[in-house]
């Protein structure tokens, strides 16, 4: 039986999203992109700058500015905006801080004027400080982090040699109850500028129009004074020459980490770290799935992923499995990486995970909201004045070669760049520290590729 699809039906299909980006006279991105098929829009106002930025003695600060954000002449409008189905929310992350809004078309003016205000700080309420501290005192409790996570954080940031990406502590409550309330605006002023904003916005508007309306609601958000970062990252990522990272793990279970850490960022396209990583980990048809769980059923769970910073990128495999298998899976996970590091890609397996992440990023147009989370941290992140949207995304994987993939693993899963990670129960850490394992891993320096 054939289906046949109605006419509008084949026409929408057709759609595709167009994108108009300019900088307003105060030193705002503005980044449109126009699908005239929606009836709701997403939103976010971004700005390049996160706990990186803090200073050591007020780590916490952006996350409690973030919040006072919706306080002032924001907490009406907000109020109103949450009772007509606007999605408002923010977050904090190392190098970017993001508000994002979402709902009815009919809303958005509301939601650029909560945009400008917070790019123009205003005093805020007596007592208002204070009060904020302690939800967020409340939040940092909530989160609930386990002593293996905060441990992972920790590592991730000492192989990236930046200590500022952990988390801040529930300390830094207390630290930043002894700020004065000009200290905190003056840091608002800095973190809130102008150059630092990127606005992305995904909805049925007219392009013109729209970037008329948004340059009359931000006329008045002037150039601020410039932010210099605290804490700068490092220049690049050192060595970490094939180096062991031991931890003790509560419970019957390991967990394996394979990291490969580079800077600077730009050292290799993107698309090539992407396709390299789905290569290895990204996908039940991986090298390390195949090799692990398929092969050998060591562990239920092996997967990668990258982590990519404004100075430096991170690609790390992991696995958690029972101790018993921690080492056959750690040089099954070793020969891997040994084997894509000798350039040796299978063509097929390049075609596929290049296929993959092309549709993956195509099908990003068709969430307004997911879309918009994408285009804004791609845009704040880059430096680029042009916008990088999943077309031109798609068109970068299109013209990638399999040597290009080849040349990124022979440069990124060099053992000088390896760090290896075990959190184990204490008998297992006993027998690594007593060097048995610790050799036999550190010896593994070829093997075969996982089978089909």
């Not at 994002?100 to 309420?125: E, K, T």
């Not at 279970?253 to 396709?275: F, I, N």
């Not at 989370?373 to 994987?397: R, V």
């Amino acid at each position: 039986m054939s289906m046949t699809l109605p006419q509008d039906a084949v026409r929408a299909v057709d759609l595709e999203t167009s994108y108009v980006q300019r900088r307003l006279p105060g030193g705002v991105r503005v980044l449109v992109a126009h699908q005239p098929w929606l009836k709701s829009f997403a939103a976010t106002l971004s700005f390049r700058t996160g706990w990186c930025d803090e200073p050591r003695a007020q780590r916490g600060l952006t996350h409690l500015l973030e919040h006072l954000a919706f306080a002032g002449a924001n907490e009406p409008l907000t109020d109103q905006l949450g009772r007509r189905g606007v999605f408002l929310n923010a977050t904090t992350e190392w190098e970017l801080t993001s508000f994002v809004a979402a709902g009815h078309c009919s809303q958005i003016d509301g939601v650029l004027q909560v945009f400008a205000n917070i790019l123009r700080p205003a005093p805020l309420p007596a007592g208002r400080i204070e009060s904020e501290l302690r939800i967020i005192a409340h939040e940092l409790m909530a989160h609930g982090e386990t002593p293996v996570e905060r441990d992972l954080r920790r590592i991730t940031a000492e192989i990236l040699g930046d200590p500022q990406l952990t988390l801040p502590p529930l300390s830094s409550v207390r630290n930043l109850a002894r700020l004065q309330p000009a200290e905190i605006a003056q840091h608002a002023r800095r973190l809130f500028a102008c150059e630092h904003a990127h606005l992305t916005v995904v909805g049925p508007f007219e392009p013109g129009a729209l970037l008329e309306t948004i340059a009359a609601r931000f006329g008045s958000a002037g150039r601020g004074p410039a932010l210099e970062a605290q804490s700068p990252l490092p220049p690049g990522v050192p060595d970490a020459d094939n180096r062991l990272i031991v931890r003790r793990y509560p419970g019957a279970q390991a967990m394996l980490g394979v990291c490969h850490a580079y800077g600077p960022r730009d050292r290799h396209p993107l698309v090539a770290v992407a396709v390299l990583n789905e290569i290895l980990g990204g996908s039940p048809h991986s090298w390390l799935f195949r090799s692990i769980r398929r092969d050998a059923q060591l562990s239920y769970m092996v997967a990668s992923d990258v982590i990519a910073l404004r100075a430096s990128v991170l690609l790390k495999s992991y696995a958690v499995l029972p101790q018993r298998n921690a080492l056959p899976a750690l040089e099954r996970m070793l020969d891997c990486t040994a084997q894509l590091a000798s350039g040796a890609i299978d063509v097929d397996d390049f075609e596929s995970a290049r296929e993959t992440l092309r549709t993956r990023t195509e099908a990003l147009q068709d969430s307004a909201r997911e879309l918009c989370l994408w285009l804004s941290t791609e845009s704040a992140i880059s430096s680029d004045e042009s916008p990088l949207t999943p077309q031109t995304l798609a068109q970068q994987y299109a013209a990638l070669t399999v040597s290009e993939v080849a040349r990124c693993a022979q440069q990124i899963l060099q053992p000088a760049r390896r760090t290896t990670v075990l959190l184990g129960p204490i008998g297992l850490v006993r027998r690594l520290l007593a060097g048995r394992l610790v050799r036999r891993a550190a010896a593994r320096g070829g093997g075969a590729g996982p089978g089909r």
